[in-house]
């Protein structure tokens, strides 16, 4: 069976003086990480942490995460990091269904601290205060991690990956991502709550040997550019959002293009990238940026360009190595066409959701293929490209309005920086498409001027026949655009 820790622990015993994680302005070896994660396994053996047990982290980013994680698998138990700011109600719905042996948090939480056994701990901490965990029925000592993947409505989700899921994806998207190496430093900045920051920028690069430079949070970006300048970065995932910000920046003189245009490989994912994104990466970094795309269920990376000069703009890549995938119907069934909603199977695959089969049941067919909720094409050289969430897709008129398609041509209006575009209720076509507009700094546009724009590049029933002016989009705690929001939105205007 395969055991993270035994990957990642020899990588650190293995000449323990070089470098390991920048932090806080400070490089330090791989033997000071291991120093902390002896500290914080000694600690959880004492408070009684046994295999099969959850410990559940709402830190920020910090040492003490992939610190914190080996000391559990060791002990053959689980972490479970969470985000702190997601709201009481959700986080003790999730801490329900989840039942930790204890919570650690930066900050005295009264109303969780009656529930469970809590710790608050700062992010400079080396170590663990001392504490008394409460025993829980253990989980299989194969899951090495638990994800909330609970929205502000519904039920709480929570999806167990095992060891073997996040080994093969981290080798799966090593092997993809041509020129990736040991010595290479990856950024750590995405919230480690988010399957695509811990996997991608924190488990992967511990995986093949390379250093981290942790930053808590993107927010503030003071800190994140520190962490590029000054801990030379080589490897940067990141979601849209934070590319945007990033060359914003950049374009206004915020901060110099240089410690950007030296980092070889930047990929984004989570989200959609703007195409105006890639036209700003070419002009202030002399260079594209290239897309990923995956989800929480799938460790999470599913598909991603191999590097800058074979990237389709667009595209999201090809399905990574060991993944098996087929195209449905937005009904389930089978289809010989280049598009429908993606399907995949394969050891980076969930085994289901935590103690919810029914849920299980709705999301994999008979066969254990997953889906992915995402409709796409597939290119002849296997290239795919996202169209749409299936449940963003707008029907007007019994026509299929993909909002990205819109998007993507609004994008070219010389005064728009982005469109996010919903349907909206109709009495006669069902849904019309609405698009709610961020424009550039300083540029004009009326409604009017963008709809005979769309007029011109799309056919009648894609165009938008309501525009709404907005100086921000809602983001999640990931800094992905709250569609469900501008729809309910929309639904109320």
């Known amino acids: ?131 008394q965990g409460k025993i829980q029925e253990p989980e299989t000592e194969n899951y090495a991690i638990i994800f909330a993947t609970s929205g502000t409505t519904g039920n709480p989700k929570a999806v167990p990956l095992t060891h073997e899921n996040l080994a093969a994806n981290c080798k799966a998207t090593n092997d993809m991502v041509r020129s990736i190496n040991s010595e290479d430093t990856f950024l750590t900045v995405l919230p480690n709550f ?26 503030p970006p003071t800190v994140t550019i520190r962490a590029i ?18 060359l914003m920046s950049v374009e206004k003189g915020k901060m110099p293009s240089e410690p950007l245009s030296r980092i070889r490989i930047i990929c984004t994912g989570g989200d959609k990238l703007n195409p105006n994104v890639h036209k700003q990466a070419l002009k202030f970094l002399g260079r594209d940026i290239m897309e990923g795309y995956g989800l ?12 800058c000069e074979t990237q389709k703009t667009g595209s999201i890549g090809p399905v990574l190595p060991g993944y098996e995938y087929k195209l449905k119907t937005r009904e389930g069934n089978s289809t010989d066409d280049n598009e429908g909603v993606l399907w995949v199977k394969g050891p980076s695959v969930t085994p289901g959701y935590l103690h919810a089969p029914e849920i299980t049941a709705k999301r994999f067919d008979n066969e254990g293929f997953l889906n992915t909720g995402d409709y796409v094409k597939i290119d002849d050289e296997g290239y795919v490209s996202i169209l749409d969430r299936v ?62 724009f769309a007029k011109e590049k799309l056919a009648h029933f894609k165009v938008p026949r309501a525009v709404e002016f907005v100086t921000e ?15 309910e939105r929309a639904k109320n205007s």
Not at 416 to 425: L, R, T
Request: one cysteine or more; hydrophobic letters at 45%.
């Open 1 to 131: 069976m395969v055991r993270l820790e035994e990957i990642i622990i020899p990588q650190l015993q293995n000449d323990s003086e070089k470098n390991c994680y920048w932090w806080d302005g400070k490089w330090y070896t791989r033997k000071n990480l291991l120093t902390i994660v002896e500290n914080c396994e000694n600690v959880l053996r004492n408070a009684g942490f046994t295999k099969g047990q959850k410990l559940v982290s709402m830190l920020r980013n910090s040492p003490l995460i992939p610190a914190l994680s080996l000391a559990c698998w060791k002990l053959g138990g689980i972490f479970c990091p969470l985000n702190e700011k997601a709201g009481l109600e959700s986080l003790t719905g999730t801490l329900d269904l989840i039942k930790p042996f204890a919570v650690i948090t930066e900050h005295k939480i009264p109303e969780l601290e009656n529930l469970w056994p809590c710790l608050t701990c700062d992010l400079d901490s080396v170590s663990l205060p001392a504490f």
């Open 194 to 219: 988010h399957s695509f920051g811990y996997t991608v920028t924190i488990i992967l690069p511990l995986t093949i040997g390379a250093k981290i430079a942790i930053a808590p949070g993107f927010l």
């Open 229 to 246: 300048t000054e801990a030379k970065i080589d490897v940067m995932f990141v979601v849209p959002a934070i590319m945007s910000f990033l």
């Open 296 to 307: 929480t269920e799938t460790s999470p990376v599913i598909c991603v360009n191999h590097d």
């Open 391 to 452: 449940t963003d897709i707008i029907i007007v008129g019994g026509f299929n309005v993909y909002p990205q398609e819109v998007e993507k041509v609004l994008a070219e209006h010389p005064a728009i920086h982005q469109a996010v575009v919903v349907g909206m209720p109709h009495d006669i076509n069902g849904e019309i498409p609405k698009a709610y507009v961020l424009l550039e700094e300083g540029a004009q546009a009326t409604d009017r001027d963008i709809i005979k």
């Open 473 to 487: 989009f809602p983001l999640s705690g990931t800094g992905k655009i709250l569609r469900r929001v501008l729809r």
